[in-house]
């Protein structure tokens, strides 16, 4: 029961940050023009979401 709640806890709070992660990429790459058009800051976090899932 308490490792339930405790990975629960966990998975919301990797949730947060990969959300806050992708904001912080996306700004980036909004600021940034010189940027490599190739790049796609949601990439490792897709692949994280399918690796948790």
Excluded: G, K
Aim: charged residues 5%.
């Amino acid at each position: 029961m308490l490792v339930s709640v405790a990975f629960n806890v966990f998975q919301h709070q990797l949730m947060d940050s990969l959300y806050l992660l992708h904001f912080v990429a996306f700004s980036v790459s909004s600021c940034c023009i010189t940027a490599p058009p190739r790049y796609v800051p949601a990439f490792p976090e897709i692949m994280a979401l399918i690796w948790i899932l």
